[in-house]
């Protein structure tokens, strides 16, 4: 591959890890300031106890967990979104891809993080490892999310080599000595010969599909962990793929809006068209159809054959959640729906904003699974201090819910700044042609 | 998070001398100082006195009240005691409320006030049925859901049938807590005064000294049965609501009244609380026929606190309208 050819488009990003904007910096300050405040609230909460959460006997898993199913969730749609995408050689893909693969990573980092928040004894991680023992889900989610880190990681790093190898040879970019010794070590000798591009073709290829099918597995075993138990909220079969679903559908979410976000801070309107947002947006109604789908059955069979403890449940959500629940069951469900499926609202902020509602809609979604649920026990709470009768996250939750998130997006800035957010080098491919895609 | 760490070599020493002695036979003393070591610093002297023969051949004289036993170490606590399984039998029709096994259970473990390992319901089936006390301790299944989802075999059912939880071993993720249906278990959401009243080594089988961060729940008092004692909900009862025994015995007792188990069971229709679940809890009830108390006795005399946790219960807004 001749550098020329390839510096032209990167000539484009190279402002973007040439340099940091006033507004860049104030921004990242800003974001370090929200992780700071939830470092600050992870020490509170170490020193003083669990008691400085909502949670209590009845409500022992609160928002983290919530934090957790969602960050996990978005994971798990960037590894679909880009794996798919990726091996049906989506001609449309490729400005775009690069976006869900960071997605894929970044929420994977975030999201386990906040299951050591709800642990008492953080001093004795390790026993999941020395005194692990199989029979327990938990077990199979430490196996099944350190494969995924590991896989994702792999992943990245075969999806951006090209870029780098692009980076280190595009001598006139006006960066540090040590960066660009950095990125020559990372590059691995890379040079684009015909056999390297071959192996890492195929290892890419590899790579997408066990990543797929890595990210069902673990999205399933997270799902696995509520409905082994006698919850009555939680003890259903369809809790597997109904979570796959879920996680897709608000990955599909993010997406957007981190398209929308990437689009407008780096001017990137002539590759990310409004194609894209319809693409998206379609693959978001598709699969708010599907959570729609899955949601009425699984509420359908416990309203309408209902036990005693489902009935409480329903009967919880429907009164004490009335609201939360029609905005992320209905309301989450239906404007996608309406928003893409009518032609003349396909706009690329009637995209985004639909997709700002699904993401609101499917964390309140995983608050309505997590919390209700354990407050409505088989054995009526019988209590007289509300804070053990009632969840009610406190103010070191949500810190913490906001430094996950400061953190998602410390990592997006960074990363965009390390690596073209596009995807360069396959930008400049040549479209495969059809007869290669078949065989 | 403090009081955990200090497990060092001192105090399996410690451990192992309290054994020793405890084999030497129950109630023996060692002499001097260590006599301490056997008495509860957080109980108050009743002025009743027993004679107890220390190791060195010596007669004592201690306050009854204040005797202590040893415990048995972690790995001996996940054995069980041989040729037993323990089971509970609880009987709804004497149950009047008067929370003396809530009070006794939370003195013997150095429990807080926040934390209960025994509970007492005002259930009602439906509004058509009557209320009922229902003192709920922990059920000690045979088909654990607790000790399955537990990552790391803190919680364990011995050869006795009683679960334990081992705090040195449970990292406190709470899979457990949300495993049960039965919200048997408690979680130290913070550290208590009251956990550092225990002056005696750890031990599973007497769940205490708790610690912060970590799970525990009621444990059928496997430290007061191997010096023959009846765990503290059962002596401290005063109808006798409570039997403990064993199932291959077949007998259980409440202290006065020793009955056959299996005709108990028989005669007086006992059940297990929610067995469809298929848990297999070892705690039966006898079902509230023919009480010794009207249901209301059960709300007279009580802390404003615990009378306020029965306010939403259908049969108290019945009687508020």
Not at chain 1, 299 to 306: A, M
Not at chain 2, 212 to 224: A, M, R, Y
Request: net charge positive; glycine share 6%.
């Amino acid at each position: 591959m001749a550098n020329g050819s390839q510096s032209s488009l990167l000539r484009e990003f190279a402002p973007q890890i040439e340099r940091t904007s006033i507004v860049q910096t104030l921004w990242i300050l800003l974001l370090v300031g929200i992780i700071g405040l939830g470092f600050y609230a992870l020490y509170i909460q170490i020193s003083q106890g669990h008691i400085v959460t909502g949670m209590r006997d009845n409500v022992v898993w609160g928002i983290y967990i919530v934090n957790f199913i969602f960050f996990m969730g978005i994971s798990y749609a960037g590894a679909l979104i880009s794996g798919t995408l990726h091996l049906f050689r989506a001609e449309w893909r490729k400005p775009i891809i690069r976006i869900a693969e960071f997605m894929t990573i970044i929420a994977l980092l975030i999201g386990p993080c906040y299951i050591l928040l709800c642990i008492g004894r953080l001093d004795r991680l390790y026993y999941l490892v020395i005194h692990g023992r199989i029979q327990s889900p938990i077990t199979w989610d430490v196996i099944a999310i350190s494969t995924d880190i590991f896989g994702c990681l792999i992943f990245l790093y075969l999806a951006i080599l090209r870029d780098i190898a692009a980076i280190r040879d595009f001598q006139s970019l006006r960066i540090p000595s040590w960066k660009r010794k950095l990125y020559s070590f990372l590059a691995l000798g890379y040079t684009g010969t015909p056999e390297q591009q071959k192996r890492l073709h195929k290892a890419t290829d590899i790579m997408a599909a066990m990543v797929i099918a890595i990210a069902v597995i673990v999205y399933s075993v997270l799902a696995w962990i509520f409905s082994v138990t006698l919850q009555p909220g939680w003890h259903s079969t369809i809790f597997g793929p109904y979570f796959v679903i879920a996680a897709v559908f608000s990955g599909c979410g993010v997406m957007i809006v981190v398209m929308w976000l990437f689009r407008k801070i780096y001017h990137l309107e002539k590759f990310i068209t409004r194609k894209h947002f319809v693409n998206v947006g379609v693959l978001m109604l598709i699969l708010s159809a599907l959570f729609g789908y899955f949601t009425f059955s699984d509420y359908l069979t416990k309203w309408y054959g209902s036990e005693k403890n489902d009935e409480l449940l329903i009967r919880l959500l429907f009164d004490e959640y009335y609201w939360l629940f029609i905005l992320s069951n209905y309301i989450g469900v239906l404007m996608p729906m309406i928003v893409v499926g009518i032609p003349k609202l396909r706009t690329i902020s009637n995209i985004t904003i639909s997709a700002i509602v699904v993401i609101l809609a499917l964390w309140v979604n995983r608050y309505l699974i997590v919390v209700p649920t354990l407050e409505s026990p088989y054995l009526p709470i019988q209590d007289a201090r509300p804070a053990w009768v009632f969840y009610n996250a406190t103010w070191v939750e949500w810190a913490l819910t906001a430094a996950g998130i400061a953190f998602f997006a410390l990592l997006m800035t960074i990363g965009s700044k390390f690596i073209p957010i596009v995807n360069v080098s396959e930008m400049e491919d040549k479209p495969v042609p059809e007869e290669e895609l078949l065989a | 998070m403090k009081k955990t760490t200090e497990n060092g070599p001192k105090k399996n020493s410690r451990r192992d001398f309290l054994r020793k002695g405890l084999m030497a036979g129950a109630g023996i003393m060692a002499t001097g100082g260590l006599v301490e070591a056997y008495l509860d610093p957080a109980q108050a002297a009743s002025g009743e006195t027993m004679k107890v023969l220390t190791p060195g051949g010596e007669i004592m004289e201690v306050d009854k009240a204040r005797l202590r036993y040893p415990r048995v170490s972690i790995k001996e606590s996940k054995k069980g005691i041989p040729g037993r399984k323990f089971v509970m039998v609880i009987d709804l029709a004497r149950c009047k409320n008067a929370r003396a096994c809530v009070e006794a259970c939370q003195h013997g473990h150095h429990l807080p006030k926040d934390q209960e390992f025994m509970k007492v319901y005002l259930l009602q089936e439906t509004e058509h049925t009557a209320p009922y006390w229902f003192p709920k301790p922990f059920y000690h299944c045979d088909n654990p859901l607790c000790v399955s989802v537990c990552p790391v075999g803190a919680t364990y059912k011995r050869t006795d049938g009683i679960v334990l939880i081992d705090n040195e071993r449970c990292i406190g993720c709470k899979f457990c807590i949300t495993g049960c249906p039965y919200s048997t278990r408690v979680f130290a959401w913070r550290h208590y005064e009251e956990f550092n009243e225990d002056a005696f080594p750890y031990s599973p089988e007497a769940s205490s000294p708790a610690v912060e961060g970590t799970v525990s729940k009621c444990d059928f008092c496997p430290d007061l049965i191997r010096v023959g004692k009846l765990p503290y909900c059962v002596s401290a009862c005063p109808m006798g609501v409570i039997y403990f025994g064993d199932l291959d015995e077949d007998v259980v007792t409440n202290g006065s009244e020793t009955f056959q188990f299996s005709q108990l069971i028989r005669d007086r229709a006992g059940y297990r609380y929610l067995e469809v679940l298929g848990t297999r809890p070892s705690v039966y009830y006898l079902p509230p026929v023919e009480r010794q108390f009207p249901v209301d006795r059960g709300l007279d005399d009580l802390d404003e606190d615990v009378r306020a946790r029965y306010d939403n219960t259908p049969h108290v807004k019945k009687q508020k309208r």
